[in-house]
């Protein structure tokens, strides 16, 4: 099969690309590296330099040599993960997170129905279920997934949301404003500095592997196809899945995990977070087959030598 995948050189998209070339399909990379990086790059994997939201999505391989457009390819299917993440940057870019999560997802989109429909899997995100205007990049997100079902709707394209939770693992950003909470902490436990936690450090998230997230990903796709090729159609063909491992824990917690006595400083709690992320969804363990396997705190001792 070849498989396409948006932001291919980034933390989520790195692992996938690792994931599908493991299971000997061939697979093409479009990112704007505006946190991908190019020492991600798998080979076997060709990567395109591309602005989603461009209207002319011409791409430029990376590497030495030229080749034709991504967008002259042909796919099975598309992984779309490219977006700006996080919260808190997107309070100072608001445009530029709807211009990536919205308007870059709309031209995937196009680019699907313009070519026999490609199935899409498109990388939702659990801040859906805070309070979407909060801040840009949940409401963002949350757009991006009504024009996946309005594109269903009016053109019968199929897509499957997966909504992720608190990803962590191989290839996560440690330093700038895109990294997650467990990036900073294992960067300032590196360099011998405080964790800093914000707010009380009361609040819990979900945290959930990216090998998990990735298996859940690629369980979409076959289901995707296996409906697409059996002449067979999901209903209204449409999917939504939640990938979390189902337990929740603390920034206290995640911070003791670095050592009971390791020093914390708290800062100011920042605007736009939920108190709590869990996912309570079983639907993807149901109808998948999907199971979480990793655990956060077995994850910091084992990488860090605790």
Known sequence: MR?????????????????????????????????????NHQDG??????????????????????????????????????ALPRIQPSFETPIESFQSNVVGTMNILELA?????????????????GDLY???????????????????NIYDLPVTICRF????????????????VLGIFENLYKNNKPLTITGDGEQRRDFTHVDDIV?????CSKLMLDSRYSHTHLI????????????????????EAFGEDYPVEYIDEWPG?????????????????????????EYIKETNEL
């Open 273 to 297: 977070e939920m108190r709590e992320t869990l996912c309570t969804d079983i639907e993807a363990i149901e109808e998948l087959g999907w199971k979480p396997t990793r655990d956060i705190i």
């Open 236 to 255: 209204n063909n449409f999917k939504e899945f939640e990938f979390g491992r189902g337990k929740n824990y603390s920034i206290n917690e995640i911070a």
């Open 3 to 39: 498989m396409l995948v948006t932001g291919g050189a980034g933390f989520v998209g790195t692992n996938l690309i690792k994931r599908l070339l493991e299971d000997g399909h061939k697979v093409v990379s479009v990112d704007n590296y505006s946190t991908g990086k190019e020492e």
């Open 134 to 152: 909060s801040n840009p990049y949940s409401f963002t997100k949350w757009q991006g997934e009504q024009l996946c079902e309005m594109y269903t």
């Open 45 to 82: 994997c060709r990567y395109y330099k591309n602005d989603l939201s461009s209207d002319h999505i011409l791409g430029i391989y990376v590497d030495a040599g030229t080749y034709p457009s991504w967008r002259d390819d042909e796919y099975d299917v598309i992984f779309h993960l490219a």
């Open 113 to 129: 129905r313009k070519n026999g429909n490609i199935p899409v899997v498109y990388a939702g995100s659990s801040s859906k279920h």
């Open 215 to 219: 298996d859940g990903l690629v369980k």
């Open 165 to 180: 939770y608190n990803v962590y693992g191989p290839h996560q950003l440690t330093e700038g404003e895109y990294c997650t």
